[in-house]
T-cell receptor
Framework: DAKTTQPPSMDCAEGRAANLPCNHS???????VYWYRQIHSQGPQYIIH???NNETNEMASLIITEDRKSSTLILPHATLRDTAVYYCIVRVEVNEKLTFGTGTRLTIIP | GAVVSQHPSRVICKSGTSVKIECRSL??????MFWYRQFPKQSLMLMATSNEGSKATYEQGVEKDKFLINHASLTLSTLTVTSAHPEDSSFYIC?????????????FGDGTRLSIL
């Protein structure tokens, strides 16, 4: 699976949009981009995933660049409960394994 | 959404004890479940892939005789840490996926914090 690069930490003001970037420059055509988050002492929570089109659900939006070499997870109105480590993972379609990197520690500031 | 239940949430036991952790998919059938381990301030590391009705596939460096995995049904996988020692103290997390298609997300349990005294 392709490697991803994320900033180690980010801060965002409560109520503002949190934009979390991820680089995956070696992504191949059959690899999906997944986002999970892990709140302290809990298991990871699935947020969203996509292949090449932008995706939106009740939690977030995923914007994937046209060349698919990077993506951005957008939390439209961040709350204090969104403080967590966010993981961007690229996964081959037929390989169900998830390889977690170090993620981005997002802190929402009151 | 899909729910994965993990039990117990916390275990404290003496060195040399064997500990069993259960992972259940509550509202879907999971042909494949995964076991991860997470040490403090580190990311999740995949230990093994658990396949219903067959032997688990272990990642390099994970001792299969120490971490016994059983996936006897489509909704239950168990991880047994045999003869646990203090260095086995960690946060153990399972996950499950609904189907064979690679674009289905994995859903995670809330983890088991294992402390060996």
């Amino acid at each position: 699976d392709a490697k991803t690069t994320q900033p180690p930490s980010m801060d965002c003001a409560e109520g503002r949009a949190a934009n979390l970037p991820c680089n995956h420059s070696t992504i191949s055509g059959n690899e999906y981009v997944y986002w999970y988050r892990q709140i302290h002492s809990q298991g990871p929570q699935y947020i969203i995933h996509g292949l090449k089109n932008n995706e939106t659900n009740e939690m977030a939006s995923l914007i994937i660049t046209e060349d698919r070499k990077s993506s951005t997870l957008i939390l439209p109105h961040a709350t204090l409960r969104d403080t967590a480590v966010y993981y961007c993972i690229v996964r081959v379609e037929v390989n169900e394994k998830l390889t977690f990197g170090t993620g981005t520690r997002l802190t929402i500031i009151p | 959404g899909a729910v994965v239940s993990q039990h117990p949430s916390r275990v404290i036991c003496k060195s040399g004890t064997s500990v069993k952790i259960e992972c259940r998919s509550l509202d879907f059938q999971a042909t494949t479940m995964f076991w991860y381990r997470q040490f403090p301030k580190q990311s999740l590391m995949l230990m093994a892939t658990s396949n219903e009705g067959s032997k688990a596939t272990y990642e390099q460096g994970v001792e299969k005789d120490k971490f016994l995995i059983n996936h006897a049904s489509l909704t239950l996988s168990t991880l047994t840490v045999t003869s646990a020692h203090p260095e086995d103290s960690s946060f153990y997390i399972c996950s499950a996926t609904e189907g064979g298609l690679g674009n289905q997300p994995q859903h995670f349990g809330d983890g088991t914090r294992l402390s060996i005294l």
